[in-house]
């Protein structure tokens, strides 16, 4: 008996998957846009999840931190707190044009 020979099949490529980075939704990261939006934002996750974590970078640093205290003083009527702050400092770009970028994450609760 003859074995029928089996035309070769050329190798499988593995699949590119696009792996698709999605926030935790307690999470918001603060641009450019006016307080009041990323404040009724956090707002509104804080009534469903209890927590938020403002995340910024660069020259919107302080506009984080103003959003924290229009949540904690105006908008939470002492129902909310800061629970936690971190800071730090990330390299942006790549070869020669690397530089130090400074990161804030402030962590909103309630009390």
Same mark, same amino acid.
């Given at each position: ?26 999470? +918001? ?13 956090a707002? +509104? ?26 949540? &904690?003083?105006?908008l ?5 707190? +800061? ?17 130090? &970028?400074?990161?804030?994450? +402030? ?5």
């Amino acid at each position: 008996m003859a074995e029928e020979a089996k035309p070769a099949q050329p190798e499988e490529q593995p699949e590119e998957v696009a792996v698709k980075k999605t926030a935790p939704p307690n999470h +918001i990261y603060i641009g450019k846009k006016p307080l009041m939006t990323y404040a009724m934002s956090a707002l +509104i996750q804080l009534a469903q999840s209890g927590e938020v974590v403002l995340k910024a970078r660069g020259m919107v640093i302080s506009r984080a931190v103003d959003v924290s205290q229009i949540i &904690v003083k105006r908008l939470g009527q002492g129902a909310y707190e +800061i629970k936690d702050v971190k800071i730090d400092t990330e390299q942006v770009g790549s070869g020669d044009t690397v530089r130090n &970028v400074s990161t804030i994450e +402030i962590v909103v609760g309630r009390k």
